[in-house]
């Protein structure tokens, strides 16, 4: 039992020393873009009457509300880095009910997944979402098993506190709900256990959901991406159509064997899973098609159960044959390679280097007023206003779209999300010339910086960017070390 527990004790810390690396890397977008939303707030209730965006995650913006201005960027990060940790532990406690090789395979999967790491070290309600979807899903099993309100208030709450994280809680009420209806309970105890998740949802889409919109300017994810990401980067498998297609036939397959497994031996939670996978595969398919902005992170809750059931058909297997020991090692040697890498690039990498750009335009501008137009409003004047703030003795201004005719900026940020594009060395917008400085990357779905400034244009060449994003003419340029 003493080993059981170091193990475990290991698996946690080295899932904190991952969060907590990643967390020191710079804010980026959206994370900001959630600061700015709350900046103009006279009262924390105004987080659920007043801004009304899909950015605004009320637990996390409560919890940076109330956190004030802070510099360094793991400060903001900490309500999920708490529990991102607590849903390796709690993960653990829920896969301990079979076998303690359960619990400690679930844990290496929580620990390592490249997702958990990354929505852990970012300041938005998609960890807290996962914590409280376990901690749930844990209060769920004793449905029926025990009397009391202590059982029923912790699901009301975890659920209520699901919804205020992220509105793709949604997946696991619904699964949940199903679950708890296919035991056929009285009314009046479907009723002690749902009143309050049901009563809350009246009101907070009463204040908040029915007024929702969409905010932000994306650059289209086509279903294949979605796909792809979604299948492929839980399991550490690369992102290609090929990792699709084995992340497809390896997931169906550990999927149905799990839940035939718990069918056959009166395990009722297969009811549960069926809807907790199902539902956000068909929103991602429907969605991915419709509108083409389908992340990962809209499918982490469900991904959080993918992963305890997999954990269960490996250990299952591992116990079964020499056969099924060699499948367990193998699954887990891809998996926290795949994963482990992406983890080590993240670390490295971080999500932009905005504050190493902005102090470099600091550097070569003379005076206090620095004026920086971009290709992208919304997300280059967000980073502008918090990382300007943090360059002393400077003041940053954005140049938007509409003003740059009459009024060009000295400098010019092209900005994308593609890792593979590679800026033209010039480029005209509104008709003034830029040329290239300097290129700021990023890992994974952030904002690479391309800056540019301006010069006067010549007579004999010819526009290469007018007013556009993704150049046909890529040309190879010299990166900022």
């Known amino acids: 039992m003493r080993i059981v527990a170091a193990a475990a004790l290991l698996l946690v810390i080295a899932g904190i020393a991952l969060r907590v690396a990643a967390s ?107 914590f409280f979807a376990l901690l749930a899903f844990w209060a769920a099993r004793g449905y029926r098993d025990r009397g009391g309100l202590l059982g029923p208030l912790l699901f009301g709450l975890s659920v209520v506190l699901g919804f205020l994280s992220h509105l793709t809680f949604l997946f696991t009420y619904l699964a949940l709900a199903q679950w708890m209806l296919a035991k056929k309970a009285p009314l009046t105890e479907l009723l002690r256990w749902h009143a309050l998740p049901l009563g809350f949802l009246a009101a907070f889409c009463f204040l908040d959901v029915r007024y929702l919109h969409y905010g932000g300017v994306y650059e289209p994810i086509s279903l294949l991406r979605s796909l792809r990401e979604s299948i492929a980067l839980p399991l550490g498998l690369p992102d290609t159509s090929a990792g699709l297609v ?66 269960s058909v490996l250990s299952r297997q591992y116990r079964a044959s020499a056969a099924g020991k060699i499948l367990y ?83 010019f940020i092209l900005t994308t999300q593609a890792s593979d594009y590679v800026p033209d060395y010039t480029l005209v917008v509104s008709g003034h010339a830029y040329t290239f400085q300097r290129a700021y990357d990023c890992f994974t779905s952030c904002y690479r910086w391309f800056v540019y400034r301006e010069t006067p244009p010549r007579r004999s060449a010819a526009p290469i960017l007018q007013d556009r994003l993704v150049s046909d003419h890529p040309r190879s340029v010299a990166r900022a070390s």
């Open 24 to 130: 020191a890397t710079e804010l980026w977008q959206d994370e900001i873009w959630s600061l700015w939303l709350l900046h103009d707030l006279a009262s924390p209730i105004q987080i659920l009457t007043s801004i009304h965006h899909d950015n605004n995650h009320p637990i996390n913006s409560l919890f940076l509300y109330l956190l004030g201005d802070h510099r360094d960027c793991l400060t903001y990060r900490l309500l999920s880095l708490v529990t991102g940790t607590a849903s390796i532990l709690l993960a653990g406690v829920i896969a301990l009910r079979r076998s303690l090789l359960e619990a400690l395979t679930t844990m290496i999967l929580f620990s390592a997944s490249f997702l958990m790491v990354l929505y852990s070290s970012e300041a938005r309600g998609y960890m807290p979402a996962v």
């Open 246 to 311: 084995v992340g497809v036939g390896f997931s169906v397959a550990m999927v149905l064997s799990g839940l035939r497994a718990m069918r056959r031996s009166g395990d009722d939670e297969w009811a549960f899973y069926v809807t907790a996978l199902s539902a956000p595969a068909a929103v991602l398919i429907a969605v991915g098609i419709a509108l083409h902005i389908w992340f990962p992170r809209y499918a982490l809750v469900s991904i959080a159960f993918f992963y305890l059931l997999l954990a």
């Open 329 to 411: 090692v193998t699954v887990l040697l891809v998996f926290c390679f795949g994963n482990g890498w992406r983890n080590v690039r993240l670390v490295e990498g971080g999500r932009g280097r905005y504050l190493e750009a902005l102090s470099y335009l600091a550097g070569e501008s003379r005076g206090d007023a620095i004026r920086v137009a971009g290709s992208h409003d919304a997300s280059i004047s967000t980073l502008l206003w918090f990382y300007g703030q943090r360059i002393p003795g400077k003041h940053f201004s954005y140049v938007a779209e509409a003003e740059r005719s009459t009024a060009p900026a000295p400098w």
